[in-house]
């Protein structure tokens, strides 16, 4: 079912929304960007259709609304435990295709992996995906090659042409919001094609493990963690104890993102650290993301999104690394 709708009315629907759920987008946030003079796209809560930017690729992905950057687990007293109160609201994101799939990644990890993280399941319990449309490719974006350009693991898929607001709604949940609205055949179109294209070499196993190619990156990467930051998969995280200044023996207990690219990551008792090498970092990461996930769940980690390649300050590309495998195979055979 799909329906027509002017902008006003659009941000009529998402008024009543909020009032049940907190709406995420991607929002161009002027002179935000890496430089005093340049933009950035990144989520944010939104409240109308006209904050959120539709045409342009978001610098780091949406797990961040369901797995925050910095989440307090509990606060701590010397003798009781308190968990911190949850936002009853639902939560609605807007984002992409391969973002969906990227959510995907993160659910086997943190909810089918053996145990359920409850902090994770949640915040993820309460989501809701609104699908955007990819007209055309990104740069350095490599989805087809992933198999993850298309979806349709979504509750509502909204576009804007013109002045109006195109809505197609999949979940019955939704349907309350547009029932005054125009019905119209609505539904989404998908990326067919990237300029930038990625073959997994067949037969991909730690034999490459040997290959020269990895010194490469020992040279150029400089261990800043942006490549793991901006991942939509990338799910590792260390934990902080916080005490406060009044009462040492009270604080909270929090995790914030972890990156397997910078220095200490591996450190363990004893000072001694494995994979200090950056050639060896980046070699975890990209078999991570082609194999080791793989051989564990049965797809490929990496969803093709190309925001490593975007954020990597020495242009150090992760599609390309992954190219040059397929040579590398055969040379150490």
């Not at 490549?227 to 104890?241: A, K, L």
């Not at 929090?254 to 090498?277: K, L, M, P, Y």
Request: proline letters at 2%; glycine letters at 6%.
């Amino acid at each position: 079912m799909g329906f027509s709708m002017n902008t006003y009315d659009f941000n009529m629907v998402l008024k009543e929304l909020k009032k049940k759920y907190k709406i995420y987008a991607p929002k161009l946030l002027k002179g935000k960007g890496t430089f005093s003079d340049t933009d950035m796209v990144r989520y944010g809560e939104i409240g109308r259709i006209e904050e959120i930017e539709f045409n342009k690729k978001s610098y780091f992905s949406p797990k961040e609304v369901i797995f925050p950057i910095t989440q307090t687990l509990f606060y701590f007293t010397e003798d009781e435990i308190i968990e911190p109160k949850v936002d009853e609201k639902g939560i609605l994101i807007f984002l992409r295709s391969c973002d969906i799939h990227a959510v995907k990644r993160l659910d086997e990890i943190y909810l089918k992996n053996g145990q359920e993280d409850p902090y994770y399941k949640r915040l993820r319990e309460k989501v809701k995906f609104v699908l955007m449309e990819c007209e055309n490719s990104f740069e350095n974006c490599f989805c087809v090659s992933m198999g993850t350009n298309k979806t349709d693991n979504y509750s509502l898929f909204v576009k804007t042409r013109d002045e109006n607001v195109l809505v197609q709604c999949k979940d019955e949940t939704f349907k309350k919001y547009f029932k005054n609205e125009n019905s119209e055949r609505v539904s989404p179109r998908f990326v067919e094609s990237n300029e930038t294209k990625v073959t997994i070499p067949k037969g991909l196993d730690t034999s490459i493990f040997k290959s020269e190619m990895w010194k490469e990156y020992s040279s150029r990467c400089i261990a800043c963690g942006r490549c793991n930051t901006v991942c939509g998969t990338c799910s590792c995280f260390t934990m902080q104890d916080i005490f406060y200044k009044d009462n040492k023996n009270t604080g909270e207990r929090r995790r914030v993102w972890a990156s397997c690219q910078i220095d200490g990551f591996t450190t363990v008792a004893g000072g001694h650290e494995f994979r200090e090498n950056k050639g060896q970092r980046m070699r975890f990461k990209v078999m991570h993301k082609v194999y080791d996930y793989k051989k564990r769940f049965g797809y490929y980690m990496c969803v093709g999104c190309g925001r490593c390649d975007d954020a990597c300050p020495e242009y150090i590309s992760f599609s390309n690394c992954v190219n040059k495998l397929n040579d590398e195979v055969k040379e150490v055979r």
